[in-house]
């Protein structure tokens, strides 16, 4: 009688997962048993064709991500130094399914897999161990939903000091690639989307369909892709040329520049401003940090630079975003 519970259970985690792949959402995977069945094979089949279907569409060029896919925060933390969870967004609650009370104030590493919990306690001894005020690091983790499946996700962890009250925190970014909403739910995700931003976006997706796509090896897709990475973790300094950073990572100018543009939908310097502010978005509404800090924090090289570019993407200013974000908080 308990084989058959853990079976229905196992049954209705793999139909749970196949609705999120018929809604277009590639996150998630199913968690593996020691079990050696017909189930467990069909989990692990299940486990290797998302996979397969995910890379296909996202790094072989099957998918436009100006016009099917975009980048997505799917959850964002912020910690204390002792893994504790101070606050969060609620989408993570969609991601994860657990409530606020499950998740506030209880360890970081509670949601992970054990896998991870190894990985993210050795990244929080180091963070542990550095004095600099302000540091970054890339890591992929695993984090177990209230449904038992699997969600796995690159996450950006960044500790810096909060000058506001002089304490350490660490606030932890997961950003994915899934299948684009409509321009009112991109509206509400971001508060506003400019006019002027949106006649650019469809410009650039027609001048997209025009170009001619490059024919990108494994070998350029990762070193393009590490190259993506050198760029998330180092927001706070001035980028090399794009010379410098192709032969940096053993690829030429031509590859990177129009092999990025053809993986990320941007260029390489469009994505780290983007990126930037997008980072910058998130510190202004989650902490209590002064602009001109996230100004020098997101690699800008002064407040004035920063608070123009955060108004030509977002259409306000970081300070209306604060304002608003604490009006959303009451």
């Known amino acids: 009688m308990l084989d058959d519970d853990i079976n229905k259970e196992r049954i209705k985690q793999i139909h749970t997962m196949l609705l999120e792949f018929a809604s277009g959402n590639f996150a998630y995977k199913l968690e593996r048993s020691n079990l050696d069945d017909d189930i467990e094979a069909l989990t692990a089949l299940i486990n290797m064709t998302f996979e397969e279907i995910k890379s296909s569409f996202l790094h072989q ?20 130094m002792e893994d504790t969870i101070i606050t969060f967004n609620s989408r993570i609650k969609q991601m994860l399914f657990f409530n606020d009370n499950e998740l506030h104030e209880n360890p970081f590493s509670t949601f992970l897999t054990q896998d991870s919990k190894l990985a993210w306690n050795g990244l929080m001894s180091k963070l542990a161990h550095i004095d600099m005020d302000a540091h970054e690091e890339f890591i992929i983790l695993s984090f177990k939903t209230k449904q038992n499946l ?9 500790k810096f000091i909060d000058k506001t009250n002089q304490s350490k925190r660490i606030v932890i970014t997961s950003v994915e690639i899934i299948k684009n909403s409509t321009a009112r739910d991109i509206a509400l995700r971001n508060f506003v989307t400019s006019r002027k931003e949106a006649s650019k976006a469809i410009k650039q997706a027609n001048n997209s369909k025009k170009s001619k796509q490059l024919n990108l090896s494994f070998s350029d897709i990762r070193k393009i892709r590490e190259v993506h990475d050198h760029i998330v973790n180092n927001l706070d300094k001035q980028l090399s040329s794009l010379v410098e950073l192709a032969h940096t990572f053993g690829t030429n100018e031509f590859k990177l520049k129009y092999g990025f543009k053809q993986l990320y939908g941007q260029t390489v310097f469009r994505f780290l401003i983007d990126e930037r502010l997008r980072k910058a978005s998130l510190l202004i509404q989650h902490t ?28 306000f200013t970081p300070r209306d975003l604060r304002k608003r974000s604490k009006d959303y908080d009451i």
């Open 288 to 315: 209590d940090t002064s602009i001109k800090e996230i100004a020098h924090i997101t690699g800008f090289i002064s407040a004035p630079h920063f608070s123009k570019a955060f108004k030509e993407k977002y259409g």
């Open 150 to 158: 699997i969600l796995t996700t690159n996450c950006l962890v960044s």
């Open 61 to 80: 060029g099957y998918a436009n991500l100006n016009e099917t896919y975009k980048h997505l925060v799917q959850m964002f933390f912020v910690l204390d």
